[in-house]
């Protein structure tokens, strides 16, 4: 199973940016993914996550201005980020727990990242 993470940039304060976590590789569904990120010289912190029924969590921090969303035909998942901040600044990662088309559950399967730069 393979994430592939894409969709990162630079962007400018209060801009936006969509990022994507496409899952392969004989993926039947996935159960849950949760977007986390890692700023330099910080821990990684999960920024939220969305369940096979489509219920959503977020961090205090991006509530209300990042929203999570899935395509279930296409096994992505999608972070949408409004309202932009330079503390937004990090590496943004996919990790998904699912279920294989053999049957078989996944945990805990990260992607490769991507970079998000909010700056002006």
């Known amino acids: 199973v393979q994430l592939q993470a894409s969709g990162g940039g630079l962007v400018q304060p209060g801009g936006s940016l969509r990022v994507s976590c496409a899952v392969s590789?004989?993926?039947?569904?996935?159960?849950?993914m949760g977007w986390y990120r890692q700023a330099p010289g910080k821990q990684r912190e999960l920024v939220g996550g969305?369940?096979?029924?489509?219920?959503?969590n977020y961090a205090d921090s991006v509530k209300g201005r990042f929203t999570i969303s899935r395509d279930n035909a296409r096994n992505t998942v999608y972070l949408q980020m409004n309202s932009l901040k330079p503390e937004d600044t990090a590496i943004y990662y996919c990790?998904?727990?699912?279920?294989?088309?053999?049957?078989?559950?996944?945990?805990?399967?990260w992607g490769q990242g991507t970079q998000v730069t909010v700056s002006s």
């Open positions: 990790n998904a727990d699912g279920t294989l088309r053999t049957g078989e559950a996944i945990y805990g399967v």
């Open positions: 590789g004989g993926i039947f569904s996935i159960n849950y």
């Open positions: 969305i369940t096979s029924g489509g219920s959503t």
